[in-house]
C-alpha cells in the first residue's frame, strides 16, 4: 500500500473557518496515515548492517544468526 499525500489547500489572504477547518482535516489525515501506515507490500527488499544477535534487541526485532547459515531470526 502505497501513501498519498493530500495537498494542503491554499490559504485565503485574510482567516477563514472553512480554510482553517479543511488544513486541520489534512493534517488530521496525514498524522493518523503516519502513525498506521498499513501492510507493506514490496518488489525487492534490501536490509543492510543487520545486527548478529539478538541482545538488547527488542521484540520483533530481525537479526541475521551467523552461526546458523545467515539465517534471518526475529526476537520474540
Known amino acids: 500500500m502505497s501513501i498519498q499525500f493530500v495537498p494542503l489547500p491554499i490559504p485565503?489572504?485574510?482567516y477563514n473557518?472553512?480554510?482553517f477547518n479543511e488544513l486541520l482535516?489534512?493534517?488530521n489525515l496525514?498524522?493518523?496515515t503516519i502513525?498506521?501506515?498499513?501492510?507493506s507490500?514490496?518488489?525487492?527488499?534490501r536490509i543492510l548492517n543487520l545486527p548478529t544477535s539478538d541482545t538488547d534487541l527488542p521484540s520483533g526485532s530481525v537479526w541475521v544468526d551467523t552461526t546458523?547459515?545467515?539465517?534471518?531470526k526475529i526476537v520474540p
Open 30 to 32: 496525514y498524522f493518523r
Open 68 to 72: 546458523a547459515s545467515n539465517v534471518l
Open 35 to 39: 502513525q498506521n501506515p498499513g501492510d
Open 25 to 27: 482535516r489534512v493534517l
Open 12 to 14: 485565503p489572504k485574510d
Open 17 to 19: 473557518q472553512q480554510y
Open 41 to 45: 507490500v514490496v518488489n525487492t527488499l
